[in-house]
């Protein structure tokens, strides 16, 4: 099993829209967690770090679920510059998962 | 420009030849990572550094792959007879902490031949 898993996506969602996705790591002693984005032939930039109470910037929520070992990000309002590919990263393990695609559409 | 920098930032070679690759961090970063990242994946983990010591090594790091960072200030990576397989993007990173956010060079794209 993979030490980080993201649904690939793509999710192809119109301006505006919200659109949530999650992340799934499997080392339940995990502690340090970030989702990155990363727009086509870039390097990764950071968006936000996860807390365990789960944090807001803006338009973008990221919540971690410690339960079942997940965390999420929810964008809301999605504009056009939105489209990139979110990676989330397992930070005390040096993991980032495969991202998952978004497309926000006009 | 006070962010990760990294050099070259294309780099074509033939199968068989060596190459060096360059990441200078931010100044006041103790931390430095190398990532290899190919198209369609997230950046997968080789190595990283706390100032000048290397303290993790990824098990896709073979024995054609070494890295140093002898001042604990820049790092170079280099890969020793070139695969066409090594062919990827090749991303430095660096952090003040090992639990702290990592920030991105633009990477060095191979193309081995």
């Known amino acids: 099993r993979k030490e980080v898993e993201q649904d690939p996506g793509p999710f192809n969602v119109p301006e505006g829209a919200t659109v949530a996705f999650n992340c799934t790591y499997s080392?339940?002693?995990?502690?340090?967690f970030f989702w990155y984005r990363q727009d086509c032939r870039k390097e990764p930039k950071l968006l936000m770090s996860?807390?365990?109470s789960g944090n807001e910037d803006g338009r973008f929520t990221a919540q971690l679920n410690r339960a079942s070992q997940y965390i999420s990000l929810l964008i809301r309002d999605s504009k056009l510059s939105d489209s990139a590919t979110y990676l989330c990263?397992?930070?005390?393990?040096?993991?980032f998962g495969a991202g998952t695609t978004v497309t926000v559409r006009a | 420009d006070t962010g990760v920098s990294q050099n070259p930032r294309h780099k074509i070679t033939k199968r068989g030849q060596n190459v060096t690759f360059r990441c200078d961090p931010i100044?006041?970063?103790?931390?430095l990572y190398w990532y290899r990242q190919t198209l369609g994946q997230g950046p997968e983990f080789l190595t990283y550094?706390?100032?000048?010591?290397?303290?993790?090594k990824s098990r896709l790091l073979s024995d054609r792959f070494s890295a140093e960072r002898p001042k604990g200030s820049f790092s170079t990576l280099e890969i020793q007879r070139t695969e066409q397989g090594d062919s990827a993007m090749y991303l430095c990173?660096?952090?003040?902490?090992?639990?702290?956010?990592?920030?991105f060079g633009p990477g060095t794209r191979l193309t081995v031949t």
């Open positions: 100044s006041e970063h103790n931390r």
């Open positions: 996860v807390y365990s």
């Open positions: 080392n339940s002693a995990s502690q340090s």
């Open positions: 990173a660096s952090s003040p902490g090992l639990a702290d956010e990592q920030y």
């Open positions: 550094f706390q100032n000048e010591a290397q303290l993790e």
């Open positions: 990263v397992v930070r005390d393990k040096l993991s």
